[in-house]
């Protein structure tokens, strides 16, 4: 059983592996992650990602270890609208910080990945003036002194380095042409940089579970007009919707408690956090010629069950035009053919990914060619099944006779299946 699992992982992780290699990252975390007892598994998560062939750059923040530097010298903290005035002691704080984390993270790093088949891997980390950046200046009568934002990226470098092998290593410090340095704020930081290289991916680990709905149900992904609208439309989501903007095609908000977060979210189809991206994750679109194979491993299970017509490739080839899909980051994980009788349509061929079931997928597919049917004027569509009879019936299909059925596809039934024809007329959906 356990061999049978890690087989089933490995290939479904495989094509990850291979996709993610080359692509750069931009990693994000808050300084509260550096602090955590567990802060050493997640860096030896970074390695084995850089061991991959991904290219990463980490922006790491420093907030908890600001605040305990201003404690030692009898100082709290001041903020307007969560952004953080520094004078000049929080300033020394700030300094101060940075070097202690980047200490941190860099002596992690510098094990590789130890206590592995990997051992003497070697990981490179490299860090630098980076940012060029300005001071936010005076907002609504308040000056933030040294506190400031991205001014520019120095892309040529952070590729260089990137290019070498190196994980580049970013702290939340930016430096002006005249040499003031300033406090920036870290989810801006990552946005600039992941704009700036292009990134295939921004990951955001943050403190809390996740992004959720008003039910609590967990938001596996969200449009930009979703994310804007969310009622806790924090920094991150601000940033990944500036980065999606700007030619990011994905930003993962995942929640830094979850052991190996980073895996998960990146080798596994579903992951465990929240995608915001300008093109959908998952679709429905109509079947192309290349969407054949995915659509034979979907209904194999089933002809094999008796529970659909035996299709042969080069049938499917013939009637592609009649398929829709549902589409999951590449993966055709259900689909449905509708085929045409003047004003009258067959739903058949129905099919969902046995991983994803339970999910509705089939009932949204459904939903879907019905609103083709209604914009192709069909009145009518029926479904000849032998073992879903109540599913279609709870969706609003009545049962009916053979004759109801347009002469041709009368002479195509199958006597020996005995299917049950259910129909449903268009007038009646909502």
Known sequence: MLQQQFIDWFRSASPYIHAHRGHTFVICFGGEAVQDHKFSNLIHDIALLSSLGIR???????????????????????????????DE?????????CGEVRADIESLLSMGLSNSPTTGFNIYTTSGNFITARPIGVRDGVDFLYTGETRYIDVATITQRLDSGCIVLV???????????FNLLTEEVAAAIAIGLKTTKLIYLIEDEGLFTSNGRLLRQLTLLEAQNHPNYNNQ?????????NGVERVHLLSRHIEGALLLELFTRDGIGTLVSTNPYENIRKATIDDVGGILELIKPLEKAGILVRRSREKLE??????????RDGMV?????LYPFMDVAELACLAVNNHYRGTDRAGTLLTFLEQKARQLKIKKIFVLT????????ERGFKIADLQSLPIERQQMYNYQRQAKVFIKHIDSLK
């Open 386 to 393: 032998t073992q879903t009879a109540h599913w279609f019936q």
């Open 318 to 327: 013939m009637e592609i035009e009649y398929f829709t899909v549902q589409e």
């Open 89 to 97: 002691i929080a300033l020394k704080c700030v300094k101060a910080a």
């Open 237 to 245: 989501l601000k940033n990944a919707v500036r980065a999606c903007q």
């Open 171 to 181: 702290s939340p410090l930016g430096y002006s042409p005249t040499g003031e340095t």
């Open 333 to 337: 994980v259900a689909c449905a053919a």
């Open 56 to 86: 990463i750059v980490l922006v790491h923040g420093i907030r908890p270890q600001i605040e305990q530097g201003l404690q030692v010298h009898g100082k709290k903290s001041k903020y307007v609208n969560n952004i953080r005035i520094t």
